[in-house]
């Protein structure tokens, strides 16, 4: 009865060292990395401050490269998840977006991000996984206030 017990404990203590020595490739989430992928500008600067930059840098080109036309009075909040390969370059692209023409404007839009210097973890160039979410309430706030009569 005893050794009935030790097999399943043997099996995941082997299981659970194996993993730690096999090197795991999988998408490594932004705030988790090591030293993250930077967008240009933010390389000299020390591992928070660089995270930080390369967010407002890539939240700044979205907004500004974004064709607003395409937005319509519900599309308030876009959410945007994409991975930045072993080399700096943005793929699998993912916008959690119900229409169709929003979401071609999002993948168009965040495929014209500049290659990133790529992240690393544990020594190793990995690729990494982020998330933002484009928040276009104010615009569509201002949209509507500029299409209003004027009260004389």
């Known amino acids: 009865m005893k050794y009935l017990l030790a097999i399943p404990i043997f099996l995941f203590l082997a299981q659970l060292v194996t993993a730690q020595v096999a090197p795991n490739r999988a998408n490594v989430p932004f705030h988790q990395v090591e030293t993250p992928p930077l967008y240009s500008g933010c390389e000299d600067l020390e591992i928070a401050e660089g995270k930080r930059c390369t967010q407002e840098k890539i939240h700044s080109f979205l907004l500004s490269n974004f064709n607003k036309s395409v937005l319509s009075k519900r599309d308030r ?6 991975t930045i390969s072993e080399e700096g370059k943005v793929m699998n692209i993912k916008p959690s977006i119900p229409s169709q023409h929003l979401e071609n404007e999002i993948k168009r839009i965040t495929s014209l991000l500049p290659s990133f210097t790529p992240g690393e973890h ?19 706030k201002n949209l509507q206030s500029e299409r209003r009569p004027k009260k004389s």
């Open 77 to 82: 909040k876009v959410g945007i998840t994409f």
């Open 122 to 140: 544990r020594g190793e160039k990995r690729p990494v996984h982020y998330g933002t979410i484009l928040d276009f309430t104010v615009y569509l």
